[in-house]
């Protein structure tokens, strides 16, 4: 049923269409927030351009079925109905809002209460709200049906062609809208995510260093004003790299975490924890000075005094800790974290737990920079030196081989022992140059000996660092085709402490080694606490009883005892065993009654320069 409409009626339907696409524009240009600007825009529909009522739906879920109202004005009661019926957008549902939706494009319907093609229900409904009319217009946000903007007129022929121009295009800028509210909540969450990547760490979400090192300079700055004390307590966990390595870095991840938790529950009020490195923790502890700095730490680290459980696994965890205070120790946060690092370095290298920072650390700190610098040079600029110290059977008193040790010609320091520098090499990556230097400057000494009809095996010392190489043993073979090197001409040393810091890589290293026809020896045993079951798996030839136990086993007997084991548990397994740092001949008589193979020592000889060796063998005896 349609009627005429007066030109008056025709515009007046045209004006509230035209209202309501500026009145939404401007809500659309003023309101940033979602919930208010779509409320604004159904009360504009009802109050500014004199509709009956507008809804905006949200559509969700795989077949468009979940209407969500997100907001309404004008007949909210009848609103509510449409909600809780649950019809409205089932399936069957030929409501206006659903067809749009699920259509894409508009619909109207017209005339609601007499339509026969409306069902009874939906008829019944808009006759009891007096509504006519209704036109649902489909809002398109990122190429998706995002939802619809519905509005209801009383009169039974609302929305003509004219009418629903402006209203659709209302309907697009609205989209269009939301789009852009969207776009701008995406870009807010990524840079919420950023911001918080930038300064908090990922794993145990506590502020990681960029942050502490900003909350340390305003602690510093209001302890200064207060004229306070501050302590910065820098806390490592102990070889949580043997987890990583055995157990896998998930479980690492997960012990780090814990032990955030645990340092967390552990802290006083005022203290603020953070997060420098994946395996280290900081600690501000406000007014406090060195001794209840040290205090805060003993608690700290007592707090891993319980082991961690992982998958059934039962791991303790043990922190060092170092400390630098405020102003003793200095007033600029960099300053600070690097002094409480150099006492943890100090503890860790003392074995102690905690460690207060003092200016002779700072003072052996820039020693040791110093030296890396001119080792680096050492290297390339032919100053290293190569000395060998001799060894000898026991039973038959021949040379049965010697060792290669390495020494430093310092320009300005004179020639330098290898306790001297062999720590700082290990703490710079130096390392593994100079074993490749000591080797190639062996295997050329050999190859001269062997011309001079001199045969021995060399032995030459490897760092835990060389086994972390990929391309160490690629280059050791490499080096012994040059050289023509025969096999069992050359023996590895490598100590337990080493072999333990990696188990698995050091059995890897040595298996490969062995393939290339050198010989293996294990330095230094009786420090490192290697099991039996992984020494039995271990393809070395020779065990080196450390000099500590030697050059006591005559005055000690505890020494005597583990020099005795080790000879029998070094023979059970059938390897060769020598004995080190045998200073008389009482310790060389001694060992030959104990049953070892071999000795090396200063009563045998001294460490030489490999020029000297040639006359040294032929001074007979040899010990
Ligand atoms: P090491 O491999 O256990 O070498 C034995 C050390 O004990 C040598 O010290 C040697 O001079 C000393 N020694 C030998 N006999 C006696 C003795 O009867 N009494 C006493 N008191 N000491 C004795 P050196 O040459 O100072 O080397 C110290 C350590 O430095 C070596 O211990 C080794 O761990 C390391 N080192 C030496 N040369 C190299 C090298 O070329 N590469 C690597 N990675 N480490 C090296
Ligand atoms: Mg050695
Ligand atoms: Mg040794």
Redesign the pocket.
Known sequence: MSRALSREQELQRTSRALRTLSGSNRALLRLVDRGALLKEICRVVVEEAGYGAAIVIRVEGEAQEVFTPLAMFGHETAFQELNDAHWFGAEADQSATSVAVRTGSPCLVNNIPDNPDVPAGWREFNRRHGFGSVLSLPLRVGGRIYGALTIVAPEPDAFDEFERAPLEEAAADLAFGLETLQARERHAATEQAMQRLMLFDPVSSLPNKAHFRRMLGDAIRSASDTTQPLTVIRLAIDRLQDVDVILGSSIADRVVEQVARRLEAALASNETLAQLADAEFAVIVGGSGAETGRLAARRLAEAMAAPFEMEGIQLDVRLVCGLAVFPGHGGDADVLVRRAGIALVSARHQGTHIAVFNNALDMGCVRNISLMADLRRAISNGELRL?C?PKVEIGPRQPCGL????RWEHPRKGLL???EF?HVAESTGL?TP??YW?LEDTLRQAYAWRAAGIEQTVS????AHDLRDDRFLERVSDKLTTWGTQAGAIEF?L?ESALMQDPAKALEVLNGLKKLGVRLSI??FGTGYSSLSYLSRLPVDTI?ID?SFV?GMIADPGCAAIVKSTIDLAHNLKLHVIA????DDATFDALGNLGCDAA????IG??MPVSEFGAWLNRQPYH
């Open positions: 000395y110290q060792e290669a040790l390495v022992n290898p306790n062999i390392i100079l074993t000591v030459v010392n490897m760092s040393e100590t330095d230094d080196k000099q050059r080190e740092g045998v200073e090396q020592g200063f009563s001294r460490p």
